[in-house]
């Protein structure tokens, strides 16, 4: 069993940047894409980037593209991603998964809320 593990969240004002970390624990995923999604309040979870695992190839939403950056630490079985010039509309639960999500593996999310 592999456990997903989100930290990194916190509060910050438009404009501002939070790196995001996703830890796996466990059996490892093997060579399975990776990550990151978000929920916001009232609306349905979204796919937000993902990495290609052994070839590190990434790919973004159009709403963030440019402004997020997804990247993997093989040795460390970790995901990240790196979110600059965050806006209002960027205020979600953050969630990692594999890509396509499994369900057995939400976890429980970090927060990041962007002020204006």
């Known amino acids: 069993q592999v456990e997903l593990v989100e930290s990194g969240g916190g509060s910050v004002q438009a404009g501002g940047s939070l790196r995001l970390s996703c830890a796996a624990s466990g059996r490892t995923f093997g060579d399975i894409a990776r990550g990151w999604f978000r929920q916001a309040p009232g609306k349905a979870r979204e796919f937000v980037a993902g990495?290609?695992?052994?070839?590190?190839?990434?790919y973004y939403a159009t709403s963030v593209k440019g402004r997020f950056t997804i990247s993997r630490d093989n040795a460390k079985n970790t995901v990240y991603l790196q979110m600059n010039s965050l806006k209002p509309e960027d205020t979600a639960v953050y969630y990692c998964n594999t890509d396509p999500p499994d369900l057995d593996h939400w976890g429980q999310g970090t927060q990041v809320t962007v002020s204006s």
């Open positions: 990495v290609r695992w052994s070839a590190g190839v990434a």
